[in-house]
Nanobody, 126 residues
Framework: QVQLEESGGGLVQPGGSLRLSCAAP????????IGWFRQAPGKEREAVSC????????YYADSVKGRFTISRDTAKNTLYLQMNSLKPEDTAVYYC???????????????????WGQGTQVTVSS
């Protein structure tokens, strides 16, 4: 059973930075598609960034390209999301997801079939 635990959320001013962590004990991260999703109040959950297990490619939503960076530390079984230049529209609950994808389409397959953590709140406000 996949267990994922997010941390690192909080309140930050516009333009600030946060780093989210997703601990995945017992999971060999290189063997899985893994990524970050978010859900704002009244909106559907959306993919933010993920890493494919089929070809190692990385996906970023257009809204976060150039500001967010996904990375993983396989020795620590931990996934990260470095978020810079945060905007109020980044406010959401951020979830970590793990699973398997096909043809590099990690955002689609994780959204449909991934295992999820409990989420961590990110609030960007002055």
């Amino acid at each position: 059973q996949v267990q994922l635990e997010e941390s690192g959320g909080g309140l930050v001013q516009p333009g600030g930075s946060l780093r989210l962590s997703c601990a995945a004990p017992g999971l060999t991260l290189d063997d899985y598609a893994i990524g970050w999703f978010r859900q704002a109040p009244g909106k559907e959950r959306e993919a933010v960034s993920c890493i494919s297990n089929t070809d190692g490619s990385t996906y970023y939503a257009d809204s976060v390209k150039g500001r967010f960076t996904i990375s993983r530390d396989t020795a620590k079984n931990t996934l990260y999301l470095q978020m810079n230049s945060l905007k109020p529209e980044d406010t959401a609950v951020y979830y970590c997801a793990a699973g398997f994808d096909r043809d590099g389409h990690c955002s689609y397959y994780l959204q449909k079939f991934g295992a999820w953590g409990q989420g961590t709140q990110v609030t960007v406000s002055s």
